[in-house]
């Protein structure tokens, strides 16, 4: 079992920034990947941003060149920095870990954090 718990929403105007973190706890080790997910009202649950155990990193179309995805393996901590923020971020944010292998995995998420963006 996973556990994973976000921080760091909130109210920001836009063109601002938040620093969402994401702790993970209890069996790890095949983990092979965190990453973040958001759903808006009336809305999907969609993928922002994943970062492989390799390092590798993906980002959706709508936040590439504003967030950033990276982890601190040591505190089992994945971060999403989140630049220029516009209205249409506003979402809850999810925190995803991921085992999946060529024969099946699972999915852990969190609880989520509020992220909302507004003058």
């Known amino acids: 079992q996973v556990h994973l718990v976000e921080s760091g929403g909130g109210l920001v105007q836009p063109g601002g920034s938040l620093r969402l973190s994401c702790t993970a706890s209890?069996?790890?080790?095949?983990?092979?990947?965190m990453g973040w997910y958001r759903q808006a009202p009336g809305k999907q649950r969609e993928l922002v941003a994943t970062?492989?155990?390799?390092?590798?990193?993906n980002y959706a179309d709508s936040v590439k060149g504003r967030f950033t995805i990276s982890r601190d393996n040591a505190k089992n901590t994945v971060y999403l920095q989140t630049d220029s923020l516009k209205p249409e971020d506003t979402a809850v944010y999810y925190c995803?870990?991921?085992?999946?292998?060529?024969?099946?995995?699972?999915?852990?998420w969190g609880q989520g954090t509020q992220v909302t963006v507004s003058s």
């Open positions: 209890g069996n790890l080790f095949r983990i092979n990947a």
């Open positions: 995803n870990a991921r085992d999946h292998t060529f024969y099946g995995g699972n999915n852990y």
């Open positions: 970062i492989a155990n390799s390092g590798s990193t």
